[in-house]
């Protein structure tokens, strides 16, 4: 039975505890004195699954609004030559609310 990483930190040390009893690895061995936050990490050496957790909607969300920034700002340069105040209060604001948002998906 193939196990994932979310499904091994939703059971119960008992039921973890069980998973081990058939596994002959290292990683494994004295698992019945392991706690949960030692256990997972050894089963999921002993399995062969990736311990790390990827978040790629929140990732790729930071790079398109940085993306989106940096042209902002090479915009805000040329209407900077233009003199166009209305233009560039507009350019000012959006580049602040992205900031903004940004910081916000960082905490």
Do not use: W
């Not at 499904?7 to 990683?27: D, M, Q, T, W």
């Amino acid at each position: 039975m193939a196990h994932t990483f979310e499904e091994l930190k939703k059971k119960s040390v008992a039921e973890l505890r069980e998973i081990a009893v058939g596994i002959e690895h290292e990683a494994v061995q004295g698992y019945t004195q392991m706690n949960k936050e030692h256990l997972i990490p050894a089963l999921c050496k002993a399995l062969n699954i990736d311990v790390h957790v990827h978040h790629h909607a929140e990732i790729s969300n930071k790079s398109r609004i940085k993306i989106r920034i940096k042209e902002l700002k090479k915009k805000r340069a040329e209407v900077l030559a233009t003199h166009d105040s209305e233009q560039l209060a507009s350019i000012r604001s959006e580049i602040h609310n992205l900031k903004r948002a940004l910081r916000k998906a960082m905490v």
